[in-house]
């Protein structure tokens, strides 16, 4: 792998869930900002106390139930999801999930967190609404790791909304810290890049059969 490469996938993994700088109070956030329309992805940013926020909006070839089953599928994540070395489930609920991750990526320590995601549905005219929204919760998981970073601030949400029998409009947001040292240049280059990839990947998976046999 040539080294802007190796620095694209160090960022996706600081954006996807990145260790926070520290226990500010957190101010309003700021007004959504258009940042860029490609590979089917609209992504935009705002501004936060630690951070900023990202908020990505696509299409995915498949329905509302089929989406939010890959989604759910988290015992996979290692099988698909971008640089997730490790994923467990340490608890399910009837409207949550506890899991433990580590991500895992070049020229960067590995990051681990443990989060708890709940999940809501309702209808709606072509299927359902599905919306899962997570936050750490990393009482509840391990404990720390020798050379492995803890996240501290990672939350987000994925919102999928049916646009036909079988496509999906989804709208993921995410909000997390990668720290002061990356020029603002390369890690806004990164963090785009590294969405687009979350969202090929689920785009990818949505076709596995062994979905369609669960709905």
């Known amino acids: ?9 160090a960022l996706l993994v600081l954006e996807l869930c ?25 992504l935009y940013r705002r501004q936060r106390t630690a951070s900023y926020e990202s908020k990505a909006i696509g299409e995915i070839p498949a329905s509302t139930d089929l989406a939010h089953a890959v989604l759910d599928d988290v015992e996979s994540y290692t099988s698909f999801m971008p640089y997730t ?8 609920d009837a409207d949550s999930v506890v899991a433990y991750q580590r991500i895992s990526a070049p020229l960067t320590s590995d ?18 609404v599905f919306l899962s929204r997570w936050e ?19 939350e987000g949400s994925w919102l999928l909304e049916p646009t036909g029998p079988n496509t ?6 995410v909000y997390t810290d990668s720290g002061g040292l990356i020029p603002a240049f390369i890690k806004n280059t990164g963090s ?19 979905y369609a046999k669960k709905n």
């Not at 792998?1 to 996938?9: E, F, G, N």
């Not at 990051?111 to 359902?128: C, F, I, L, N």
């Not at 999906?168 to 947001?173: G, L, S, W």
């Not at 785009?192 to 062994?210: E, N, Y």
């Open 136 to 154: 750490a919760e990393n009482a509840l998981g391990p404990p720390e790791k020798s050379g492995v970073v803890r996240v501290k601030l990672c």
């Open 111 to 128: 990051r681990d967190y443990t989060v708890r995601v709940r999940s809501s549905s309702k209808p709606a005219e072509a299927g359902k």
């Open 18 to 42: 990145a260790n926070a700088r520290g226990a500010e109070p957190e101010a309003s956030p700021g007004e959504w900002k258009f940042i860029s329309d490609k590979d089917g992805v609209a």
């Open 85 to 92: 070395a490790e994923c467990r489930v340490l608890k399910r």
């Open 168 to 173: 999906t409009r989804a709208t993921y947001m």
């Open 192 to 210: 785009q890049i590294g969405i687009r990839k979350l969202f090929a990947a689920i785009r990818k998976q949505v076709r596995d059969p062994k």
């Open 1 to 9: 792998m040539s080294w802007p490469r190796r620095v694209v996938a």
